[in-house]
């Protein structure tokens, strides 16, 4: 079983800044790529940026640039540092593994920015 739990939402205005953590349950952490993904209201669920267990990243085009995903498997966590936030980035932000064949999602955190 995983767990996963967000932490460091709030409230920013545009252009300022939030890092977004994600702490993960279980052994397996350093062997599994973790994605964020966000959801704004009345909008499906989109992926944000994912990093693979070798470190390697992809981001969506609408915040690259601007955000940075990282890891630190020693505290089984992954960090989403969003600079230059824009109203538009406001949504609930979760974080994402998949194992088994199996997606696992924690409760989210939200964000929002104001313009």
């Known amino acids: 079983q995983v767990q996963l739990e967000e932490s460091g939402g709030g409230l920013v205005q545009a252009g300022g800044s939030l890092r977004l953590s994600c702490a993960a349950s279980?052994?397996?952490?350093?062997?599994?790529?973790m994605g964020w993904y966000r959801q704004a209201p009345g909008k499906q669920r989109e992926l944000v940026a994912i990093?693979?267990?070798?470190?390697?990243?992809n981001y969506a085009d609408s915040v690259k640039g601007r955000f940075t995903i990282s890891r630190d498997n020693a505290k089984n966590t992954v960090y989403l540092q969003m600079n230059s936030l824009k109203s538009e980035d406001t949504a609930v932000y979760y974080c994402?593994?998949?194992?088994?064949?199996?997606?696992?999602w924690g409760k989210g955190t939200l964000v929002t920015v104001s313009s």
């Open positions: 994402n593994t998949r194992v088994a064949f199996t997606n696992y």
């Open positions: 279980g052994s397996i952490f350093s062997t599994k790529p």
């Open positions: 990093i693979g267990s070798g470190g390697n990243t």
